[in-house]
């Protein structure tokens, strides 16, 4: 689909309908293998061109793209309350996120607008970096898949997180989340650990002035079931 992609000339303009196109393709006994590919599946991409744009925008040039996604088998991972499947690229810098329908139609609610608060920071942002949105349909059974950059450093190892919602009422992590090799603190544990994140003046106006733009964005967008991850 990437390659297909490349192709096609970039628009000068993204225009309305791009947002609510999608492209399809059906592969029949493309390197069978029974114990990793069915012998048959179809392949939607959603809004190809939004998301090629997208991808330009966070810096992410197509060839690379599709080294990470395709190169080889993704690695699962087992993330907080996410319903589906957590899915990591090979070299760790992208994330594929099991989604359902429904979320797929609230994509495509915000995408313009979330399209254009991308364009307005010009890529720099603390919200989800999107790149791209697929359904994959095997036996009938459709597959939706959302892919995102990943957050976590791909080169840092990352000792300690957390997920901020400047409140502490039922802001702790439970036991079950405490004991795991890599738990997700909460409100309370930054609170009762007196941790601190030291930035310089330039940093912290660069990073206030991000969340503010994204907060608004946030807001605009009637969104409320946000945090932080630090």
Same mark, same amino acid.
């Given at each position: 689909?990437?390659?297909d992609?490349?192709?096609? @000339?970039? @628009?000068?303009?993204?225009?309305?309908?791009?947002?609510?196109?999608?492209?399809k393709?059906?592969?029949?006994?493309?390197?069978?293998?029974?114990?990793?590919?069915?012998?048959?599946?179809?392949?939607?991409?959603?809004?190809?061109?939004?998301?090629?744009?997208?991808?330009?925008?966070?810096?992410?040039? +197509?060839?690379?793209y599709?080294?990470?996604?395709?190169?080889?088998?993704?690695?699962?991972?087992?993330?907080?309350?996410?319903?589906?499947?957590?899915?990591?690229?090979?070299?760790?810098?992208?994330?594929?996120?099991?989604?359902?329908?429904?979320?797929?139609?609230?994509?495509?609610?915000?995408?313009?607008?979330?399209?254009?608060?991308?364009?307005?920071?010009?890529?720099?942002?603390?919200?989800?970096?999107f790149?791209?949105?697929?359904?994959?349909?095997?036996?009938?059974? +459709?597959?939706?898949?959302? $892919?995102?950059?990943?957050?976590?450093?791909?080169?840092?190892? $990352?000792?300690?997180?957390?997920?901020?919602?400047?409140?502490?009422?039922?802001?702790?992590?439970?036991?079950?989340e405490?004991?795991?090799?890599? @738990?997700?603190?909460?409100?309370?544990?930054?609170?009762?650990?007196?941790?601190? $994140?030291?930035?310089? +003046?330039?940093?912290?106006?660069?990073?206030?002035?991000?969340? #503010?733009?994204?907060?608004?964005?946030?807001?605009?967008?009637?969104?409320?079931?946000? #945090?932080?991850?630090?």
């Open positions: 689909s990437i390659n992609l490349s192709q096609v @000339p970039v @628009p000068v303009m993204l225009l309305p309908d791009d947002f609510k196109a999608s492209t393709i059906k592969v029949i006994n493309h390197f069978f293998n029974k114990e990793n590919l069915p012998g048959q599946f179809k392949f939607k991409e959603y809004c190809p061109q939004v998301f090629r744009n997208l991808r330009e925008r966070f810096g992410i040039e +197509d060839q690379d599709q080294v990470s996604l395709a190169r080889s088998a993704l690695l699962k991972e087992n993330e907080g309350k996410f319903v589906g499947p957590l899915l990591t690229s090979y070299d760790h810098t992208l994330v594929v996120k099991e989604i359902s329908s429904e979320e797929v139609e609230e994509m495509h609610t915000i995408l313009s607008e979330y399209h254009q608060h991308i364009v307005t920071c010009h890529g720099s942002t603390l919200l989800p970096q790149l791209a949105m697929y359904r994959v349909t095997v036996e009938s059974e +459709d597959t939706y898949l959302l $892919v995102m950059r990943n957050m976590f450093s791909h080169r840092l190892p $990352v000792h300690r997180k957390y997920n901020l919602k400047g409140s502490l009422l039922s802001r702790e992590a439970s036991f079950k405490k004991v795991k090799e890599l @738990p997700t603190h909460k409100d309370a544990e930054l609170m009762n650990n007196m941790q601190k $994140v030291y930035l310089s +003046d330039d940093e912290k106006g660069k990073m206030m002035e991000k969340l #503010s733009r994204d907060l608004e964005f946030l807001i605009q967008m009637r969104i409320m079931d946000y #945090s932080l991850l630090l």
